[in-house]
């Protein structure tokens, strides 16, 4: 049976392993299944988390070659793994080579929309966020041009041209999701999430 997860605060642990991916996932997955918790894992490399390198990362990511592989974790799958970390070298050869904690996380974006209805939803969005997030440094600018009006769509000159861009900070779950949550709005870029360690 799953154990409950505690009351507290959820917090957030970046754990740094040495090995492959594929194999880190699978060792975390039969980890979590034996132990009955409810683990919150996050792979850097399957959620657009940044860490250092891009060559690195896409090695990671291509199974290239046995490196770094980063994985955020919350409070209670880390304390197992950091409490088997020598038991995990021995069977696994597995190394654990980092393990800090997540202080927050946050990922600058972007948008341009040329039609209003567009500008609007996507302010909506970005205004009415989950709990725990915040938006900051928001900038946003709409430009009307009237003699464009009626204009082709892929003329350099639009009627309506709004852009804007911010920060959007929080605990890296909340984060997280709020980037899976930009591919219901195609008009904004999200960059990679930026975690603030302690």
Excluded: W
Excluded at 124 to 129: E, R
């Amino acid at each position: 049976m799953a154990q409950k997860k505690s009351s507290a605060k959820p917090s957030y642990f970046e754990v740094v392993f040495k090995g492959k991916p594929k194999v880190v996932r699978a060792f975390l997955s039969g980890l979590v299944m034996g132990s009955g918790a409810e683990g919150d894992i996050y792979y850097s490399y399957s959620e657009g988390v940044f860490h250092e390198g891009k060559a690195e990362k896409f090695k990671e990511l291509t199974h290239f070659r046995a490196i770094d592989c980063h994985v955020i974790m919350d409070r209670e799958t880390s304390a197992l793994v950091k409490k088997m970390q020598k038991s995990i070298a021995t069977e696994t050869g597995l190394e654990i080579t980092s393990h800090r904690s997540i202080r927050s996380a946050s990922i600058e974006l972007s948008f341009e929309a040329f039609a209003r209805r567009y500008n609007d939803e996507i302010v909506t969005f970005l205004k009415s966020l989950p709990k725990g997030l915040k938006l900051e440094g928001f900038e946003h600018d709409v430009e009307l041009h009237p003699e464009a009006k009626g204009v082709e769509a892929y003329s350099p000159s639009h009627h309506y041209e709004a852009k804007g861009k911010g920060t959007v900070t929080g605990r890296v779950d909340l984060v997280i999701a709020f980037k899976r949550e930009l591919a219901n709005y195609p008009l904004i870029k999200g960059d990679e999430v930026r975690l603030k360690l302690a």
